[in-house]
């Protein structure tokens, strides 16, 4: 007896189908997203929607950008139904009354104690005393900075003078001698480096992972309790496109769009400022999930708790979303 192949190949494409992320013909999920315009926040909403990665996830991402405070709370109004935020802002606002989860991460903390390369000093201990530059109290930078004293003993705010600036002013400072040491973040602090009157003293991602066991995250996808609870699907996609577009960036295959979007990003200009940028790109953005990782974080976070930089809300664990 002769068998058709027709239903086989009928069987082969259903499965095929069925098992890709988008079906043909599938309407895709818009979702608005707040996050920054700017550096590597920027830069991973601009990867994804340039590689068509939120389309492959079934979901449509528009990007509503703002600056870090706005984009948490556009979340709790309701103007987006995710936001890049830090794990330290996902505490403040479970603490005043808008349930927050955690659902994938993005960046970590990539931010460094840097002094002039002629400077004696030969660890963070050594600047007990001296004028630095930091950034506002309620920001991440600061609370990471805070966190690393009182692992040696210190705090952040008797032991040193502290001079609160935003990013230009830092960078002004130190390079006015007016303080020791700056507090300063990616891509900033390669291109101070590569001046060749400046070197990082502490790298914070090393200090913290050394301490608790990862590097502490500065960037996570943050959406509300109901929204995690009532669409798992949408949870998956928008988990799916990043860790899609991190896995990229990790393996270098972003390389031509990293170069074409350096200067309008990250303002970096000549070859080794790219090359250096792109190393630097690739190391700071957080590939890491799960039990383990939660724990290290919460760690992180329970430290700012002890020092009244941030407010106890009970179990931390309920922040994650396996």
Do not use: C
């Not at 991973?44 to 706005?70: C, P, Q, R, S, Y």
């Not at 994938?104 to 840097?114: A, D, F, L, R």
């Not at 930078?141 to 600036?165: G, R």
């Amino acid at each position: 007896m002769k068998i058709s192949a027709l239903p086989v190949l009928v069987a082969l494409f259903l499965s095929i189908t069925t098992n890709s992320p988008v079906q043909a013909g599938q309407a895709l999920q818009p979702v608005n997203i707040a996050t920054s315009a700017a550096g590597q926040s920027g830069y991973i909403a601009a990867l994804i929607e340039n590689k068509g990665i939120d389309v492959k996830h079934g979901i449509k991402i528009t990007n509503m950008m703002m600056d870090f405070t706005e984009a948490a709370n556009a979340v709790k109004l309701g103007r987006t139904i995710a936001s890049a935020m830090q794990p330290s802002t996902a505490v403040n606002l479970v603490k005043s009354g808008t349930d927050i989860r955690l659902v994938t991460p993005q960046i970590w903390s990539g931010n460094s104690w840097v002094v002039r390369k002629d400077a004696s000093y030969k660890s963070f201990s050594d600047l007990k005393g001296k004028k630095i530059g930091n950034f506002a109290r309620v920001t991440g930078a600061y609370f990471f900075s805070a966190v690393i004293a009182k692992e040696k003993k210190l705090d952040i705010e008797k032991d040193f003078q502290n001079v609160p600036a935003e990013t230009g002013a830092l960078i002004a400072l130190l390079e006015r001698g007016e303080v020791e040491a700056i507090n300063m973040f990616e891509p900033h602090t390669t291109r101070l480096v590569m001046s060749g009157k400046y070197r990082v003293l502490t790298d914070f991602d090393v200090e913290l992972e050394h301490i608790f066991g990862a590097p502490p995250l500065k960037s996570s996808v943050g959406m509300l309790k109901e929204t995690v609870e009532k669409q798992p699907a949408l949870v998956k996609a928008i988990r799916g496109a990043y860790t899609e577009a991190v896995q990229m960036i990790k393996k270098g295959q972003d390389e031509d769009f990293f170069r074409s979007k350096a200067k309008e990003l990250f303002n970096l200009s000549t070859p080794q400022e790219v090359a250096a940028g792109m190393k630097q790109n690739k190391a700071n953005f957080a590939d890491k999930w799960g039990d383990a990782f939660f724990q290290s974080q919460n760690k992180i976070l329970q430290s700012g708790i002890s020092l009244g930089l941030l407010p106890n809300i009970g179990d931390l664990n309920n922040l994650w979303v396996k």
